[in-house]
């Protein structure tokens, strides 16, 4: 195997953003409220208008990312505030979701709310101040390759018992190398999906293998907490831990997992093709080599993984110069990628839905790039449950609002902070992984 | 008679008039409420006696009552409140100071009646929206200034337009302009000279100081002026109508046609309403009565300048269909009721008697705002207390007109008498009270509070009243314009 | 000048413990960067003063016990719910500031075609429940990310489809309103019955002292809810969109469409402008896209209809024949909205609007005819979604010259403006170089029309210190020229009127020199009485403009 053909190991062009260095986004914010409401065209309602969760729920302007923009301003260039109190609250209460990069970029060329968001973090981290529920969830990857806490590496692949899965962490190998993620391989309820995507996949013909003793944690959730240097580690630890293992391709069911190796390892210079596990099978669908052959009569709302929709675009190299035009328009040239969300992966599991026969997709009004997120993300379900859950609990009443029976979800971390949460009405929706319905259907 | 001197040097000999007859006529009005004979009639000829005559009154605390129109007084707010009062009567200023053709404005004296204005804007193809059939001697600027509904709401962007600015003095002696036109000099000229129209009514800062005088019964100050904004005069016009033998019939229809905005004129009558517009005898009116149907609306369609005939056929026709729709048979008349003539009626002024007292001699008005899915609610509380009077409920006029392109509409019931009957006076003063008390406590809102409204309104709004009391103080401190009629 | 402990926590008893703050990281974020912002005023690095307290009120009583306190403890306090404008921000070391986020509700009458809104409901939302109901709300031109409720009780509030829907002050129905004093008033027929549909009287009406021509930019209390009228709309319950992120396309709107006129002359736009006055024909009518520049505003809406292209792309746009053709074209022109309640009104319009064009020899322009810029065009317009492209071009701008209300005074004098500004690009930097006349015209200031506005964007970078101060040149010598042509302040510097460069309030005797002398000085000795009536304790800032009256100097 060439070793260079896959991961060259160089970060591109642009990663080694310092917080100093969104001085000029700082102050080129021009507080459109793109970050605090659904993009005005698409947006449906006045009850379901809004899209970040952390001001949706705090109110402060400092918890938008407009207002984490004059925040940055006024700690690291003015220094009105310091790394405390409300100032790391704002921070870190903040789910990283990208919905305000989304609303950002319906008009902005220049300005990259959610990476802000995270240098932030990352300042923070580096002072240490960051929650203790975070520090421990870091120190446990780097310990035990997990930031789910009491989870041990020596635990990882019982997943896997009793399937007849290719362990390529030996001589075996296999086209594509089944990622489960943390969720999915220690969780008890999640273990048992893991295996039936595994078995629908082999179902299908697919060639599937697994790591084994190598499988890790994609230290996704390290990065959007802040804790870039255990991202950064865990991340070069999984490309050489693939390079030992010959991974062509890899195949996730975790949307984080999907969004880390897809657009955070490609700034390190780590390329690796991934695919999610519901493009896969939506392909396989396609192909007719998944038939779906029973009916199931259900009417059903999916929700779209933040890391899967709109932060699940690929990544896109580039390498031009920043530059002034017409005496004060800034811009790159040549054209400088705007991640608006556009091709993250949308269609996929709605194809998947749409082939099951008596399954009916009835939409929430925040869907697609806009979706809002179920409140896991950025960390906070760990250290700020309540306000994890008031995220999850607007979702599951929009969901409600459908008159769906249940929600489909493609990620374990949306599964798990979306169920058993009461909504606006006090009651409850089920959520189902939408492996269980193939599963069902076939 | 130190009054009299000091008038007389402020407006001359002859226009200062203290003859009993005279003074006299000025307090006749169909209001039931008290009124007191002015000691003084004055008339002012321009803005600068009128602000020298409200100093003066300021000096010697003399009530000042600002009267423009002529004729029978309707609503008796332009009656002296008090005893003492100088009566001033504007109907002698009354130029049509500019006409701008470019920029559709008018600008008038109080004095100007609808007759004198329509033939003037008529020659540069303009019209003013005019009110339902005003009396021949109705201050145009009265008429608007007191937010009287317009038949025409569709040109009502601004709840009081067509009215844009005017020159006020306000009743501490402050003479100043309201809205655009503040923003220059008093001298209109002037302004005229930069081609300022006086287009722009609100402001012009933070204070929309002509909403100050809107509705006030000059118990503000006395306005001297107006800019009004007209319309292009229509080319092809049709007055169309349909009939409902409920009220509730024609809510379907009417909503649908303000949505649409396809009418130029728009407005509800019942048939004792519409017969006291069409007939010129009480015969007439009586008979007409009888073969109207009980309701009408009447909606209009026009072409203007511009490719009238295409104008005028869509809005005929969709009207047409709307109506269809909303299971009514708009036509350009009824077998007894022409469109046409309809129209005429509505915006001609009025003869020698009032329209309204060609019935029985004499008329009392309730009228208010609400909605138009309310009207029926007040319709059947008002007969209610009509027939617990004994009242007939079949001479019961009413008129509903959407104002301010439909977001309000005023309803107007009329209650013809005979005046030289006690029994029936007596019986309409105190079946109309009810009714005024009746209206409130369901809701219906004096805008305008004539008289007794004043007092019923504004002991619903503590909050209000606060409000115009402090207003008030501010604008007449010394409490010299018409007092006595808002109840402040 | 740090609050006390008492007046703090009793703020805390009135909204509870999360719904207030005095923690730096939230009060510094409630400071307007003035220089960088359309107020574009004051050193590059000013800020408004820094609030001693932020507070979230969730009702209109909690509102009133906040003013109530403010007034016994004499602390200053203004009211703001997007901040957009510099306006909505404190003037005063001893102040608190309230942010209205969470008071964000929307009620439809739809029979009435009204809607009772809070300050939250932006015009986006507002317009969207509206839509529900085959209505739409007057959305003012800064954007449907503006509060509906501050645009009519606090500025001006007229945009592009004022025309048809009127502009913020003729809209305004009922309000409920927390006086200066802590007081609340409930105007028209809300005062009495609870009813929003009027707010006007009884009598005359007290609204005067809330709204007049700009609003009371936050001066005059809080005003917690209103009722505006509402518009008819008949286009679908939701303006269906095509395309991806971040181009959105209106779809299937059939019976809107939208147009651009070329016009030959100036003169032709005035005219032009009076014939649509009186034709009744748009639904919507603006100057819109040449905000971007004469010479690139066509390559900037190719940019944001093509979402590969960016900025750079522009030099190359330019000069691409056949928008270079197109663009000079338009030189002189103005965005249309018509809208057909039926197929024979859509049908009268087309044919008004065709002979208006015959009639002045202007035409349509070809560009706009494309299918997808129409129907971009269309969702811009009558969703004024993207107003933040105000902003885009450069990331900051301020509006100059304002020139006249009469487009018969003002069109004759535009290429003497754009000579100006366009001689401007090129002796400096500062500004960006866009062809000079970058005038967003808004074709009615008043519902019908009748009045016209005018607003030349500046773009320059809000980074750059050399552009925020060669930029704030430029409009010195604007407003110098505004001056010289007799055509009143320059609309870039109305902010001067109001707050000091350093962002503070003026002081009375400020004010006086400033306002005794006008050509009607009742304007501000009423507006003085006004004040005392209502807000004895002066704790709402500079904004509200006043000159005491001779006869009350040297007292209170």
Redesign the interface.
Known sequence: MAKKSLFDMKPVKGYEKKLEDF??ME????????CK?V????????RF?RNCPS?WH?????YSAR?RF??GQ?IIEDG???FE???L??IFNCQACGACD?GC??????LEPLAHNIALKERAVEKGLAPVELKAAANSLTKQKTMLPDAKKANRADWAAGLKLKDVSGKETAEYVFFPGCQYAYDPELQKKAKTYVKVLQKAGVDLGYLGKLDMCCGGRAKQTGFREEFEAEAHANAAAWEKAGVVKIVTPCSDCYHAIKRQYALLGIKVEVVHAVELIADLVKAKKLKFKKTLDVAVTYHDPCHLGRLGEPHEDWNGTE??????????????P?Y???YGIYDAPREILAAIPGVRLIEMERIR?NSWCCGAGGGCSVFNPEYSDAIASERVTEAQATGAEAIVTACPWCEINLTGIESDNGTYLDVVDIIDLVAKAL | MATKDSLKTILGNANVIDNPDVLASYAVSHSFDKNFKPWYVVKPKDAETVEKLVAFANETKTPLVPVSSTGVKLRGDSVPGVPEAVVVDLSGMDKILNVNRQQRMVVIEPGVTYDRLSAELAKQNMVIAGSLKPKKGQSVLTDIVEAVPRLNPMIQWNFFDPLRCAEVTWGDGTRMSTGEAAGGPLDLKTQWGKQQWQVQYMGPWMTDYFRLVTQAQGSMGIVTWASLKTAVKPLIHQLYVAEADDLADLEGFVYKAMWTRFPDEIFILNNMQLASLMGKTQAEIESLKEVLPPWIVAASAAGRELIPEVRFEARSKDLIDIAQASGLDLKEGLSNLSGRALYQEATSTDGDVYWKDLYAGSHQNVFFLTQLDKTGVFLRAVREIAEDFGYPTEDIGVYIQPKHQGSSYHMEFTFPYDPDSAKQTARVQDLTESVSVAVADLGGYYSRPYGKWAGIQLNKDAQSLMALKRLQKIFDPNDVMNPGKLAI | MALTREFYRALEDVVGG??I?E????T???RC?TA??SAHYGPEDTRTPKPQA?V?PGSTDEVQQIVKLCNKYKVEFKAAS???AAMGFIGSDNAIQL?M??M???EVDAKNMLAIVEPF??G???Q??AMKNGLTCNIAGV???SSTLAGSSGWVGFGPSSIFTGIASENLLGAEWVLPDGEIIRTGTLGSDGEWFCGEGPGPSPRAIFRGWTGTAGTMGVCTKIAIRLHPWPGPK??P?RG???L?MADGLDNVRAYTICFPSWDAYAEGFRLLYEADVCYLAHRQFNMFGRD?KTALVEIFTH?????????ALVEDPYLKEQNADMKIDVQIVLAGFSERDLDYKEKAFDAILEQIGAHKSEYYLQQDIEDFTK?YLL??????????????YEGNFGLSANVFVAAPLMEEAAALKKKW?QT???????GGDSDMGSVSGIGGGGTTGWEFFV??????RD?IYDSKAHIDETAAWMKEKGLGADFGRWNTEVRHPDGYNYTQEEHDAMYSKIAQPGLATYQWKIREAFNPNHLTGSYYKTATPPECKGKK
């Open positions: 001085f000029p102050r080129r914010c021009s507080n459109c409220l793109g409401f993009p005005f065209e698409k947006i449906k309602s006045n208008g001001v705090y109110n402060f302007n400092t207002g004059q925040l006024n009105y505030v310091k109190g409300q100032a609250d704002a989304v970029k319906v008009t902005r060329f220049n530059k002034k035009i017409l005496n004060q328009v800034h811009t790159w040239e040549p054209p400088r705007r608006a969300g556009t790039e | 999360r719904n703050s923690d730096p990281a939230v510094e974020n409630y960067i960088q912002s932020v979230l997007t901040f957009w942010d986020i969470r964000d509700s929307i409901a932006v986006g939302t507002v969207v429940e954007g449907c990310s939701w303006i969109v991806t992120a971040p959105y690139i979402p590969e292209k960016q900025f750079c792309d522009i030099p969702l969703r004024l979604a993207r107003k933040n492209y105000n902003y885009t071009l450069c990331s900051s690009e400096h930097t500062g500004v960006a170089a866009v773009h320059f970078d809000g980074f750059d552009s």
